[in-house]
């Protein structure tokens, strides 16, 4: 499973994932992996992962990955003429629109893009 976010202003998120490898469950395998992109110091994200496991051959991961813009490309951006704003604008709008994008029914994922398309 792959969970992606935007924390923005003041936004609180917990994030609480389990991966539960029953007994008889010998050879599965399950991955977590969270992503988010922080747009303010005073945004609060908490993971919380657990792999509970009753079984010897599994294969179980989880991560996460928690981030904000960096210097880097805030610099690549302004040296283009691009604003501050503008730049942190277009990493929304291409998170959000990489999610869209993993929306396997086409009217939902039609609808959500047209509703990013008009707030974003």
């Known amino acids: 499973m792959q969970f992606r976010g935007i924390l923005m202003d003041e936004a609180k998120k917990t994030f609480r994932g389990t991966l539960d490898f029953k007994k008889g469950s010998a050879g599965a395998s399950g991955e977590e992996a969270e992503d988010n992109l922080l747009l303010s110091d005073r945004a609060v994200n908490r993971t919380i992962p657990l792999i ?69």
């Not at 010897?56 to 991961?61: R, T």
């Not at 291409?94 to 974003?120: C, F, N, Q, W």
């Open 52 to 120: 509970l496991c009753e079984e010897e051959d599994v294969n179980g991961h989880h991560g996460a990955t928690i981030g904000q813009l960096g210097e880097d490309l805030m610099f690549y951006c302004q040296a283009r003429g691009i604003s501050e704003e503008e730049a942190r604008r277009m990493m929304v709008r291409a998170r959000m629109k990489s999610v869209a994008r993993m929306i396997p029914d086409d009217h939902i994922r039609g609808y959500v893009e047209d509703y990013l398309r008009k707030t974003l």
